[in-house]
């Protein structure tokens, strides 16, 4: 079996503890929320899915010619014999995990499969040229028109992206979806996570906590109004509610900012906001060997939480801890700032922290320094 050659080959125990993984701490419940309990997640032997991938990362850490990064990034970067670089992402949706077939429609679950691994080429910094995707797909979905749904709303964006689709590969299972999307992106220069230096100024695009705060409403209205195989239809939820439920379901990749900031030479290191702002901080810092302080006042919280209908949810907390928002994170060296446009397609990025050589991540709130511990979503949490 392919997962016992894989324990075998990382060995009986341990991992890299300079690896931080996500502890439990004050968003211990937004987290149970969007991930379940996290004792159903632990895998065996205690380790989280970051543990896992630090020492898949160092088993497959052997010099190959034009490998500019395998394991580590956004996307894995390999140098065309062109002089153009070629980024590579893939990214798994799972049924019930990643998504809930009541709550959204086909069209826009092949919107999403598709933006959250553009998200990642975005990333990096490369324009997506070529995609291919896998499905596995349970018999009753089959004699449905789920797929022509699913692969209109794939298309479309697509389309709009221009990504071309190249192959992939068609299973049944035996009860839910499960999705694999592969996306080739080329670019001149990538944008790493690893070019973060201190004194460079910490940036990101739009606005962050709408996707999570999306979810939250499915979850707390969704269930009642849901029905097999359709959309989940917002009847009694006011216009925010909507929008904030559309911020989760259809992501729109920062794709002209990641093109931008590579052509420009604007970014020193760049992540996509999937986990959720404070874990994935904590990602890019760490491949950067710095930290970083951010200013809890300038978090561009997503202005559509005020006027929704959700409560008993700290918006900083959704800004911070929840996933999905799709945004992107860059650093800018100070000189550089006066050349960084305010705003790209009517999307704009702001200023809400620094770099600083000290490995550590500190939030200012309220005049307070208090510790950002990465709260974002994890699959697999270690014990
Ligand atoms: N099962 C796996 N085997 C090999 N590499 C993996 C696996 N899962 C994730 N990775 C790699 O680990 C890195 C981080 O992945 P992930 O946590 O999914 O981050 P991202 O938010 O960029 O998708 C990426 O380089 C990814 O390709
Ligand atoms: C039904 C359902 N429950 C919970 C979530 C929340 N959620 C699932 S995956 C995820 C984070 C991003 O997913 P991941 O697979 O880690 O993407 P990657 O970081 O690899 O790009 C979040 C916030 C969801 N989208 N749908
Ligand atoms: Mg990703």
Redesign the pocket.
């Given at each position: 079996m392919k997962s016992r050659g894989v324990a075998k080959a990382l060995g009986a125990n341990g991992f890299d503890a300079s690896q931080e993984s996500p502890r439990a701490d004050e968003s211990e419940s937004l987290r149970e929320k969007l991930s379940g309990p996290a004792s159903k997640h632990v895998a065996g032997k205690g380790r989280s899915?970051?543990d896992?991938?630090a020492r898949?990362?160092r088993i497959?850490a052997t010099a190959k010619p034009r490998l500019v990064i395998?394991?580590?990034?956004?996307?894995?970067l390999v140098r065309e014999r062109t002089g153009q670089t070629l980024a590579i992402?893939?990214?798994m949706l799972v049924e019930e995990i990643d998504f809930r077939r009541q709550w959204t429609t086909a069209r826009d679950l092949g919107h999403k499969a598709l933006a959250v691994s553009l998200s990642?080429i975005a990333a990096m910094g490369a324009r997506p040229r070529w995609a291919l995707i896998s499905l596995g797909v349970p018999q009753e979905i089959w004699r449905t028109d789920f797929l022509d749904d699913f692969y209109r709303g794939w298309f479309a964006l697509a389309r709009a992206s221009g990504v071309a689709l190249i192959g992939g590969d068609i299973s049944r299972t035996p009860e839910r979806i499960v999705i694999d999307s592969v996306v080739l992106g080329e670019t001149r220069r990538a944008i790493m996570r690893s070019g973060a230096r201190p004194g460079d100024l910490l940036f990101v695009t739009g606005a962050l906590g709408g996707a999570a705060a999306g979810l939250h409403l499915l979850m707390t209205n969704g269930v009642e109004e849901a029905h097999e195989n359709a959309s989940f239809r917002p009847r009694r939820t006011s216009r925010a509610d909507r929008r904030l439920i559309r911020r989760h379901l259809r992501p729109e990749p920062r794709l002209s900012w990641g093109n931008y900031l590579t052509e420009k030479k604007l970014a020193t290191a760049m992540?996509?906001l999937?986990?959720g702002l404070s874990s994935?901080l904590a990602h890019l810092c760490r491949e950067s060997g710095v930290g970083a302080i951010i200013n809890a006042e300038a978090i561009p919280i997503d202005p559509l939480i005020a006027k929704s209908s959700l409560r008993g949810e700290d918006p900083l907390r959704l800004a911070l801890d929840g996933g999905e928002d799709f945004e992107l994170l860059f650093t800018v060296r100070p000189r550089d700032i006066r050349r960084l446009p305010r705003e790209l397609d009517g999307v704009r990025a702001v200023c809400i922290g620094e770099v600083t050589a000290r490995r550590r991540l500190v939030l200012v709130r309220d005049g307070h320094t208090l510790p950002l511990r990465p709260g974002g979503f994890v699959h697999f949490h270690s014990r």
């Open positions: 899915e970051f896992l991938i898949l990362r497959a395998g394991i580590g990034d956004d996307a894995a992402t893939a990214d990642d992540i996509d999937s986990d994935d």
